[in-house]
């Protein structure tokens, strides 16, 4: 016999700004803060003694907040009738706190990250045009894969979280080639902390 009860909230609020300082430059930047509650509470009992039992060992609540600030700015230039660029600077930081009435803090983490961007074009002409790009991009593991509680999907089958599992940074290149209708590219990830 299972039960679970559980809450999410989600704030999320940005400001941005966006200049168009000539013809060639245009100027964009930015503010933005997500805020997360969740709560889940899990009720598993055993049928014993004519008796429902509560099960300790799978029964509790768990709270997760977390919160990201997030400042962010990028640039757009037209160097000449062949060549654009474009660079992006983010910086988020991240605090996550996930725990429970008789053990707090199973993850506590706050951290800091900057996230460059890059993006050039090169037009050789109307129909033959050469992309390069460099990007650093992070994926945060979801409420369920970082919650270590338990879901029984049927009585042989549950699924849990893993309160250990790291964001995962990736930087990557690229670039590509476009003639006429046909498009060329080639790209390389590292990415750590792989979900």
Known sequence: NSNKITLINIFVGS??????????INIDAG???SRYRFMNDVAVNKFMF??????????????LREDIPAAYSSVNIILDKKNSVKLGLRYEFTNTNLGM?????????????LFPSFFATHKFDDDN?????YTRRITRPTFNDLAPFVLFLDPNTFIS???????SISNSVSASWSVQQFLFSAS???EKNYI
């Open 15 to 24: 400001l941005e700004y966006s200049n168009r300082l000539n013809d060639k």
């Open 31 to 33: 503010i933005k803060a």
């Open 50 to 63: 004519n008796q429902w039992v509560p099960d300790i060992n799978l029964t509790t609540n768990y709270h």
């Open 101 to 113: 009435p008789m053990h707090m803090d199973i993850v506590d983490k706050h951290y800091g990250e």
């Open 129 to 133: 045009s050469l992309n390069v790009s």
């Open 161 to 167: 979280g893993n309160s250990a599992l790291q964001p």
């Open 188 to 190: 390389y990830n590292d």
